[in-house]
């Protein structure tokens, strides 16, 4: 059975728990005052490990006069604390060979860094330091500021991550899951220093920090760092508080205010040789038990070569270099959608091809070699993937903040294989009846 990660103070049932996993690793996890959580899973013969700490706040919960703050806060948290200057802090990764970096999502933010087992002290200490204490200098945000008007300069470039951007705001309309993760100019240039400081106060507290660790991995010790730094950091921890709730789906398929009734279509213009097109609506919930059921939809119809759409649209055709299929989960709703890149005077055709092979699915159950190939794939990528100690940590970080459970490999395979044609038919039948969007990004003549 998987292991429960329960939300209780310290000191109660289930505030210290752990649970063996394939090959011999450890998953342990621990409860701390003032409710912040230490999830790790130490791993037999493995000398690197990499920590992260989550934090459950994303663009969606910005609100109005903070747009921008969670993004802002990803770059500042690396520009020092009273402890380490920006520069110390690139100097105490890059002197032993390691890796730190940061990532915001629409509804966690994650600060990590993957180093040497024996240089896992020094990275809890430094990545624990940045998220208590952050100086939020205001030169350095000035300065920074400048530098996310570049990155999304740059994304804005990319026709590719525009179509996607564009795509997910058309779908989830006025919902705040329909902002982009990382602001817009117009955004990051109005919001004040005295707004992200406040949204940084709000949010990075204990209750609702996770530090999630893999690898070479001593619990005790990591507990034991955490707990030093938080101390450190003048964060109160009071004994009994509880970590914060996680979010949560009330089990029905029912939009969230703010999700438009009916799809959307969105031509932007860019001169562009291609056409980038996506094709779909909204999804799943990050925690519908039919996710694994998604997983499986998804590898048919455009997850690899052998897929659907790369062998219709691709190798039959010839109509695109790259077409596939994606889902993304969120607490209360998702994303699905169809992409190709194509010539400008074959967009309607593709589009057509992507749809019929939605409905197709839809209406035929999957042959029973495409449910076995596609179970073998996505086997064969979550046991490779768990040879890595940030796919591991992210595991975690995820069953902490997300699930409320952790699943081993073994668990979730037999989920994968679990699957059946006439439950990857009914999500489709889902997905098609649910409103429709289209969204296009190339030269004008298209």
């Not at 299929?325 to 169809?338: E, K, N, R, Y």
Request: glycine letters at 12%; charged letters at 25%.
């Amino acid at each position: 059975m998987p292991l429960e990660l329960p939300l209780v103070a310290p000191g109660d049932p289930g505030s210290e728990l752990t649970a063996g996993q394939d090959g011999g690793a450890i998953v342990r996890r621990s409860v701390l005052p003032g409710g912040l959580r230490v999830i790790s899973e130490h791993v037999p013969g493995l000398r690197s490990a990499t920590i992260g700490a989550w934090v459950p706040v994303g663009s969606r919960d910005e609100r109005d006069g903070h747009f921008g703050s969670t993004h802002f806060l990803e770059h500042l948290l690396f520009k020092g604390t009273p402890r380490r200057s920006a520069f110390d802090i690139a100097e105490a990764f890059d002197a032993v060979g390691g890796e730190a970096n940061a990532s915001t999502g629409k509804e966690s933010t994650c600060y990590h860094a993957r180093v040497l087992d024996s240089d896992l002290p020094m990275a809890v200490d430094v990545i624990m330091d940045m998220v208590t204490s952050a100086l939020i200098d205001p030169a350095e945000l000035e300065m920074e500021r400048g530098v996310i008007l570049e990155e999304l300069a740059m994304n804005d470039d990319d026709p590719g991550d525009v179509v996607h951007e564009q795509f997910a705001a058309a779908v989830l309309g006025e919902h705040a899951l329909g902002r982009p993760i990382g602001g817009t100019p117009d955004t990051i240039r109005a919001v004040p220093r005295e707004a992200v400081v406040d949204h940084y106060r709000e949010h990075y507290r204990p209750g609702t920090l996770v530090v999630a660790a893999a690898g070479g991995v001593d619990h005790d010790a990591l507990v034991a760092q955490v707990s030093a730094a938080v101390a450190a950091g003048g964060w109160s921890a009071p004994e009994d508080a509880l970590p914060v709730a996680r979010r949560e789906w009330d089990g029905t398929e029912a939009q969230p205010e703010g999700v438009p009734s009916l799809g959307t279509e969105l031509t932007v213009h860019r001169a562009t040789e291609q056409a980038h097109l996506i094709i779909g609506g909204t999804g799943i919930t990050a925690t519908d038990p039919r996710r694994f059921a998604m997983s499986v939809l998804s590898a048919v119809l455009g997850g690899g070569m052998s897929s659907r759409l790369f062998q219709e649209i691709r190798e039959k055709r010839g109509l695109a270099y790259s077409t596939y299929c994606f889902a993304q989960g969120h607490a209360d709703t998702g994303i699905f959608g169809l992409y190709a890149g194509c010539a400008p005077s074959k967009v309607e055709e593709v589009g057509k091809l992507l749809v019929a092979e939605l409905e197709r699915m839809a209406t035929e159950l999957i042959s029973p070699a495409e449910l076995s190939r596609a179970t073998g794939q996505l086997a064969g990528g979550l046991v490779l993937g768990m040879e890595d100690t940030g796919a591991r940590m992210s595991r975690l970080g995820k069953a902490e903040l997300v699930l409320g459970e952790v699943a081993s490999v073994s668990e979730q395979l037999d989920r994968i294989r679990s699957v059946t044609a006439e439950e990857v038919r009914e999500l489709a039948q889902s997905l098609v009846a649910r409103p429709r969007s289209r969204v296009l990004v190339g030269p004008a003549q298209v």
